[in-house]
């Protein structure tokens, strides 16, 4: 079965960090551009950051550029996105997606994460 798992949110206070994981099981992710995206209550899915499979190339949201770093380990089939400087308007849930072909912050996905809960308060 061709799944996707998220992991590593929870709760931190503004300026605090989170490392979030995407796990792959059941196919490889060398060949999938991997999307990580969020959504808040009332509001639509965003975007936040992804990362191609055969180069170096990302892209991030405006709002968490400088912050927010994703990077891949294909040998441990696993995709991560660094959470820095965390800000209360971070908070959602963090979905990460896959699919063949160049990644996209807006683009079609065929795979997605249950999500995990990122909450930024004091």
């Known amino acids: 079965q061709l799944q996707l798992v998220e992991s590593g949110g929870g709760l931190v206070q503004p300026g605090g960090s989170l490392r979030l994981s995407c796990a792959a099981s059941g196919f490889t992710l060398d060949y999938y551009a991997i999307g990580w995206f969020r959504q808040a209550p009332g509001k639509e899915r965003e975007g936040v950051s992804c990362i191609s499979s055969s180069n170096g190339n990302t892209n991030y949201v405006d709002s968490v550029k400088g912050r927010f770093t994703i990077s891949r380990d294909n040998a441990k089939n696993t995709v991560y996105l660094q959470m820095n400087s965390l800000k209360p308007e971070d908070t959602a849930v963090y979905y990460c997606?896959?699919?063949?072909?160049?990644?996209?912050?807006?683009?079609?996905?065929?795979?997605w994460g249950q999500g995990t809960q990122v909450t930024v308060s004091s």
């Open positions: 997606a896959a699919r063949l072909g160049w990644g996209t912050l807006t683009g079609e996905y065929d795979y």
